[in-house]
């Protein structure tokens, strides 16, 4: 049975147009997704927001006129509950360090596959953060370093020695069939493990996870 989900109104901000098409294009295939304004700049952002009130921001860090993080500062002040993501390139980590302490609830690079946009959609429209998979090292070390702090309002949950033992090997970067042989467990069983930490620690993908473990002095950098 295909999973059901709310319908999710979304306003994309971005300087190139070309981009804005393909992200259009792109959610017209997903009937629970509904791209309701664009913008090409983070002042048209911030007044088609106030009229339209979406459930999803994507906005692009870098834009004339006004850039992402002013306009994400400029948002939140009147809607501190207002879920941003912020759209980037490879090499702006430090930009993307701003935007989160600036209160984006995640981060997307411009490249991610269509799959992981609309899984950050569905996940950040219910107030969780989102972090695109290939967050890079430095980004990591980054946000373990800052006072940003996306779990500070979730209680912290309780691992098992086995949980604890794998969440230490994922921040090693050992995938889950290396992991398997070193603890002589299934392929299955770890997955099954790595499952029930994302859903404790309310990560969708390994850098969420390495980012609580960091911030939660599970794993030290």
């Known amino acids: 049975m295909q ?28 009937p629970e ?11 048209e952002l911030i007044d088609i927001v106030e009229k339209l009130k979406p459930d ?5 860090i870098k834009m004339p006129v006004m850039d992402g993080i002013e306009a994400t500062r ?4 009147n809607n501190p509950d207002i879920n941003i993501v ?3 390139m490879f090499d702006e980590d430090t930009l993307i360090m701003e935007m989160l302490e600036t209160g984006a609830k995640g981060y997307m690079l ?5 799959d992981e946009i609309i899984e950050a959609i569905h996940h950040v429209s219910n107030g969780d953060t989102y972090y695109c998979k290939h967050t890079s090292e430095k980004l990591i070390k980054l946000i373990a370093k800052s006072s940003f702090n996306p779990f500070k309002k979730t209680p912290k949950p309780q691992f098992s020695e086995r949980e604890t033992q794998i969440i230490k090997l994922i ?16 392929v299955r069983t770890i997955e099954g493990y790595r499952e029930k930490i994302q859903e404790k620690v309310k990560a969708r993908n390994t850098a969420g996870i390495v980012i609580f473990a960091i911030k939660n002095q599970i794993h030290k950098i």
């Open 3 to 30: 999973k059901q989900y709310r319908n999710i109104s979304v306003v994309i901000a971005d300087d190139h147009e070309i981009f804005r098409d393909g992200f259009r294009v792109m959610l017209k295939k997903y």
């Open 33 to 43: 997704i509904k791209l309701v304004g664009e913008a090409e700049n983070g002042k």
């Open 86 to 88: 912020a759209l980037s």
């Open 74 to 77: 400029l948002l939140l002040k």
């Open 56 to 60: 999803v921001i994507f906005t692009d």
């Open 110 to 114: 411009k490249n991610a596959q269509k």
């Open 171 to 186: 921040c090693e970067q050992y995938a889950n069939k290396e992991i398997a042989a070193m603890l002589n467990l299934s």
